[in-house]
């Protein structure tokens, strides 16, 4: 052990497990000091903390992503940078990746931490386009499960949100026809005029099954879904011959992980010799490098753009949280910390 600084670390832990929505009520803000660091621990600062619908099912108990005991930390990807070092290979200043939760600061192994690379963009791109919650999410359901193709009509839903925006980008850059499923007129907006797709739905004030056979009337192509539920089946109705149905997603069902409302018209596959297949980006570690360049190119040449939505502050972690699941986000939700 060493005469490192001491830090105190600030972290969200789970008070309850949620009924239904997250309540503020149920997480809880808890100060510690920080142990000084053994030979090759590192201290992190978290920069700012990626705000990700798993995270809601990481609350359950038995959750698929490995559950949140209740007083733990809650999970969560981050960015930070080295504050103190005692591992030789990395370096106090250092940017790196920092899948450690909702807490301010981390004592961990340097040999764990992954250094980024802030030559191609700032680290906390690393949690959006270049994220593997985001933009890789969106580029292995638009390329590796969705196949979207040229001239194809593709459907997106939560089409404002991070996975959401850059996949319908993705889709537009392919050269398809994209129609944004989305709440709300500034959403769809948003949709239109800032990231050029050619439709957007306001679910909550349109009927979607009229409108999707307005603006699609020979069908759906590729349905890349975020949000499952009645739109799934609406959509599965109009579903075109060797369509494909890309679960990325079940937003509308994560509040009753137990009782999940699956889809009626599943007979549509049958029928249209259609696929419906779900897919974890971490099914395709070994396509990240692929993706990540492939983003990166196009964040570069500025075809691809994702907006960012900023909270200040860990203690308002669970309120960006609850924000997800109400809608209330446009892009990327942070936190920064
Ligand atoms: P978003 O930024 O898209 O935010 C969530 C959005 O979902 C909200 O803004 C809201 O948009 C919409 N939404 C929330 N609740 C409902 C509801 N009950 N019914 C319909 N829409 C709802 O979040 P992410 O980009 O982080 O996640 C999007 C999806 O991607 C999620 O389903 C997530 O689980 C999935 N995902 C999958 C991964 C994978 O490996 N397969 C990895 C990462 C994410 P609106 O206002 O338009 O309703």
């Known amino acids: 052990m060493t005469d490192s600084p001491q830090f105190t670390n600030r972290k969200i832990v789970l008070a309850q497990r949620p009924k239904g929505m997250p309540t503020l009520d149920d997480f809880r803000l808890e100060e510690e000091p920080l142990p000084a660091l053994e030979p090759g621990q590192v201290v992190v600062g978290t920069e700012y903390i990626s705000i990700d619908a ?54 961990a192994p340097g040999a764990m931490m992954q250094p980024l690379d802030e030559t191609i963009a700032p680290a906390k791109a690393r949690l959006g386009v270049l ?44 050269g398809a026809r994209v129609i944004g499923l989305a709440g ?6 948003f949709l239109t005029d800032d990231l050029g797709l050619d439709a957007a739905i306001d679910y909550k004030r349109e009927d979607v099954d009229a409108r999707l056979r307005e603006l699609a009337p020979d069908g759906i192509d590729v ?8 739109i799934l089946d609406i959509v599965l109705d109009q579903i075109k011959e060797r369509a494909r149905v890309v679960i990325c997603g079940a937003i509308s069902q994560y509040q009753n992980m137990g009782e999940v409302r699956g889809p009626s018209l599943y007979l ?59 809608g209330g986000n446009t892009g990327k939700m942070l936190v920064r910390v």
């Open 54 to 107: 798993f995270i809601r099912t990481a609350l359950e108990e038995g959750s698929y992503h490995q559950n949140v005991p209740v007083g733990g930390v809650v999970s969560g990807l981050g960015v930070g940078r080295i504050l103190a070092s005692e591992e030789p290979e990395r370096k106090v200043g250092e940017a790196v990746f920092s899948p450690f939760g909702a807490q301010t600061h981390v004592i």
């Open 131 to 174: 994220g593997m919650t985001t933009g890789l999410t969106a580029w292995m359901g638009i390329h590796v499960v969705g196949e979207v193709k040229q001239g194809q009509t593709v459907l997106v839903s939560a089409a404002a949100g991070a996975v959401g925006s850059v996949a319908a980008q993705l889709a537009k850059i392919a």
């Open 184 to 189: 709300g007129p500034d959403k769809v907006a």
């Open 223 to 230: 349905y890349f879904d975020n949000v499952g539920g009645e």
């Open 268 to 326: 549509r596959l049958a029928e249209r010799q259609a696929r419906m297949e779900g897919f974890a980006v971490t099914h395709f570690e070994d396509r990240f490098p692929e993706a990540e360049a492939d983003l990166a190119g196009h964040l570069e040449a500025g075809r691809l753009k994702l907006r960012e939505q900023v909270v200040e502050g860990i203690e308002r972690f669970p309120e960006a949280l609850i924000t997800l699941f109400e």
